[in-house]
């Protein structure tokens, strides 16, 4: 799981940090909210963890703003401000949980893990898989990266699915042509290897951030740069 904090106390932050990061979820900080919107915007999160009171952009200014561009990440509220009003606005904001300084911090990784369960299985039933600014929609059969339609074919179409769900794995030729192919992989062809070109060209050639990655030796991993 990889979860962003956006709270303006070092301390705490780093406190936060090292106690999820002991649960094996990488954790990343953010100490304002501008550079909060900015980290939430540009990269996948499983849950946000979202002070109020924070620099240059409060916390509930920030929940609107990433629910206004259509962030569908859970937002979970962690702060100091404890009123039934402040827990109004939090989720009127665009909040799903709202958490209490100080708290136990066994609650706040129960209430983590329910917020990603939740999200999961929103998306897996919503049948539209996205990284970044990358969408496919596997009813409509369509992709589309910053709102842009990209025309695949249907092989095309099933190699980008199974990267999408695979998403930050290292998946092997070997597992392209048994996923994909449905076939034993023959080492003297090149045709994974052309297809992955043709979804490059597609997909990351006129974009600045590179999704399609190459891991010498191993394969190939689809996530952000």
């Known amino acids: ?50 002070d109020v009171n924070l620099p240059l952009l409060n916390g509930y200014d ?12 859970p937002i979970l509220f962690l702060t100091a401000l404890g009123t039934i009003d402040d827990k109004l606005d939090g989720f009127e904001a665009g ?32 049948q539209v898989l996205a990284l970044a600014d990358l969408e496919l929609n596997l009813d409509e059969k369509v992709a589309r990266r910053s709102g842009n339609r990209i025309d695949l074919t249907a092989k095309e179409f099933a190699l980008l699915e199974y990267l999408m769900r695979n998403r930050g794995r290292v998946v092997s030729r070997v597992d392209i042509a048994e996923q994909v ?3 034993r992989f023959d080492t003297g062809t090149n045709v994974i290897d052309v297809y992955i070109n043709f979804l490059r060209k597609k997909v990351d050639k006129d974009y600045p951030s590179k999704l399609i990655h190459t891991v010498v030796g191993m394969g190939y991993i689809f996530k952000e740069e």
Do not use: C
């Open 181 to 183: 192919w449905d076939i």
């Open 1 to 50: 799981m990889k979860i962003l904090i956006v709270e303006d106390e070092p301390k705490l932050a780093g406190f936060l940090k090292r106690g999820l990061e002991e649960q094996s979820w990488e954790v990343e900080l953010a100490y304002d909210g501008q550079v909060g919107k900015k980290m939430a915007s540009n990269y996948r999160f499983d849950v946000i963890v979202l």
């Open 62 to 73: 920030l929940a609107k703003q990433l629910r206004h561009d259509g962030l569908s990440t």
């Open 95 to 126: 909040g799903d949980d709202y958490l209490v300084k100080p708290f136990e911090f066994r609650e706040l990784i129960a209430r983590i893990k329910v917020l990603s369960q939740r999200n999961n299985s929103r998306e897996q039933s919503s």
